[in-house]
């Protein structure tokens, strides 16, 4: 999966390396406000993205965290349901909706999954001649009626044909003519009635099919689908068509809604679960060299001892054991640090700090107790 992901991503990479040739350990913000707007960033995500960043020079782990932050939302847990499965396919015309449909019934296929297909974009004539050729090609039965029948109607008669056949999944086709906005609105709505009327409780997950090649524009087409109908995930298609890859993080941070998949080519199994992880990783390795365990050594003493120098001299006490302690502090910090896999941004105090995991977009306090240091609240 990770080589598809990372193959879609090959004219994001390229787009990059325009403005950072050559990989290194670390990048200052300046660099990295280039690279993050020339992958089509969003131009607030990124000066959000920096100002979470409290070092001048920022390492490959510091950078991971505050994307993945942004991704936060993108996670999809599938809904309780009595078979068949009925999923709603919205989006904009051209946006890939036909050819992604012909990707997820042969995902479901290949599952060993029962699917019919409903062709519900009954406003463009192409659309179900389109999607009836797919369904030829993939062995795939279909419903579909003339142009300009009503759609809601195709609806009804696929899921009631799924239910009476037996099928596992219902994939239903909605028309995409967003410049006729309350048209659309009021036919989707009526999909909807339509669906649970047949079989309650349906569609089971409406998903929102967005062109990656639009980049960030396609944030106000899903807003404007989201508002008409409630979106419960997104796909994102022609990925590896584009140089706007980073685009993803701005459509993430700002639509919080699940991404279910991503099209990575052409063909019926171009087709790939979204893992934030491996999207993230994918654009990171394009940039960073890789640190050796001496490297990331160095990087936490020097950390430390930048650290210390903007700290204010401790109090003078008469106390030995205090010393000792602050003294078992400092060593100790170095190996915790290391072993909890943490970023140290600010020492507080000789015995607390204000640490990042390396993983996470978390932020959190660390203070040296009974000889060792603990997580603490604040």
């Given amino acids: ?123 463009r004539a192409a659309a179900i001649e389109q999607l009836t050729l797919w369904s030829q090609r993939l062995d795939i039965p279909i419903v579909a009626s003339k142009q300009g029948h009503d759609s809601s109607a195709v609806a009804y008669d696929t899921i009631d044909s799924a239910k009476a056949k037996g099928f596992d999944n219902v994939i239903i086709d909605t028309a995409g003519r967003l410049h006729t906005q309350t048209n659309l609105a009021n036919e989707l709505i009526k999909i909807n009635r339509i669906c649970d009327k047949s079989h309650p409780g349906s569609p089971h997950r409406t998903v929102l099919i967005i062109d990656g090649t639009q980049g960030n524009s396609a944030i106000a087409q899903a807003k404007a689908f ?31 809604l699940p991404i279910i998949f991503i099209g990575t080519g052409e063909q019926p199994d171009d087709l790939v679960p979204f893992d934030k992880y491996e999207f993230v990783d994918g654009l990171l390795d394009a940039l960073y060299e890789e640190e050796t365990e001496a490297d990331k050594q160095e990087k936490v003493t020097d950390k430390i001892v930048q650290e210390k120098q903007i700290v204010e001299e401790p109090i003078e006490t008469e106390i030995q054991e205090e010393k000792i302690e602050e003294s078992l502090s400092e060593t100790s910090l170095k190996q915790f640090l290391l072993d909890e896999r943490l970023t140290l941004l600010k020492m507080i105090s000789p015995t607390k700090a204000f640490v990042n995991y390396s993983n996470t977009p978390v932020d959190t306090y660390i203070e040296f107790t009974n000889n060792q240091w603990k997580y603490t609240d604040s």
């Fill in 226 to 256: 989201n508002e008409m109908i409630g979106i419960d995930g997104i796909i994102i298609t022609k990925l590896d068509g584009t140089a706007k890859g980073g685009s993803i993080f701005s459509i993430a941070y700002a639509l919080k």
């Fill in 1 to 123: 999966m990770f080589g598809f992901i990372k193959k879609s991503l090959s004219k994001t990479v390229e787009a990059i390396k325009t403005v950072a040739p050559k990989k290194k350990i670390t990048f200052t913000k300046d660099e990295l406000e280039d690279i993050l707007l020339e992958a089509d960033v969003e131009y607030a995500l990124v000066e959000i993205i920096l100002n979470e960043l409290y070092q001048t020079n920022i390492t490959k782990e510091m950078l991971r965290s505050k994307l993945l932050a942004t991704l936060s939302y993108t996670s999809y847990k599938e809904p309780e349901y009595t078979a068949p499965f009925v999923e709603l396919i919205v989006g904009v015309n051209g946006a890939g909706k036909t050819t992604t449909i012909s990707k997820l019934a042969q995902r479901y296929k290949n599952e060993g999954k029962k699917v019919i297909l409903g062709a519900g974009d009954t406003f």
